[in-house]
């Protein structure tokens, strides 16, 4: 038994297999959850890891480095949302993801230890498609993957005295990974986990910086910060680190304004303006303090 390894642990598991069930029938529900199975253990295998187990629609499975599980969940969500059969009407197979890295005790066929509890409760957080994964992960990948990583929420999970900050692999927009990759090759080492924008929403924050140097706010359920208002578009705009300050880019119908605590307030609509200091933002009409669609921001240099 060794008590001082290391390791990514992954869960991935059919969502609403009850329902397959339900509505396919026992024979063909079993053979869609046993696809995805094999996709999963494909995918394991394909990039060294190991299966565990496997618990009904539930795959357990382990890999030495951060950056194998992350390309071994990509590889899941990819083949399984491909794959003609199991999306085929009535109902469209789908998988979730959670995954995290620490220290385990290993024994010949199992792997134990808080790791493995924070890996499985992750999975619990993610919706259909999703990879959810933890800081511990993300600081371990590379810059490119760094990129397609969003901050999603700030959750307390059974078990830990402290929040957790959650992050989702943005495994299905290539685009934003390469275009946010050639922003990060404009920094230099020094530039790097220098600037970071606080961004806070009645009762809820989310910090980005280098290692996440994105995020969304709009009315659709898709973006980092989701709020709703007449005035508000889908996607709103989107606030992106470039070099080493960073900018908000308004992509709205009605625009956006941002009034800075210096007292100078602008106004943006399909253009982007660079971010100082502190403020507050509205998204379609100008920002009031108590307003549900109004944003607070700080930027630390």
Known sequence: MDNNTELAILFADVVGSTRLYQVLGDSQARQVVGLCIDVMKVATERHGGRVIKTMGDEVMATFTTPLAAIEA????????AANEVLQADPVRAAIRIGCHFGPVVQEPRDVFGTAVHIANRLTSQAKAGQIVTTASVVERLTPEWKMAIRQ???????G????TVLF?????????THTVSSIASLLTADQRVTTSLQLDTDGRSWLLNELCPV???GRADSNTITLSGELVSRTHARFELVRTRFHLIDESTNGTYVRFDSGVERFVRRDTLALEGGG???LGAP???HSETAIRFRCDD
């Not at 830990?160 to 929040?163: G, L, S, V, Y």
């Not at 989702?168 to 934003?176: A, H, K, P, R, S």
């Open 287 to 289: 920002p009031q303090p």
């Open 160 to 163: 830990q005295h402290d929040a």
């Open 73 to 80: 969940a990509e590889y899941m969500q990819r083949h399984i």
């Open 280 to 282: 507050l933002i509205g």
């Open 168 to 176: 989702e692999i943005l495994w299905q927009n290539d685009d934003l």
């Open 215 to 217: 995020a969304t706010v």
């Open 152 to 158: 999603i929420d700030v959750a307390s999970l059974k």
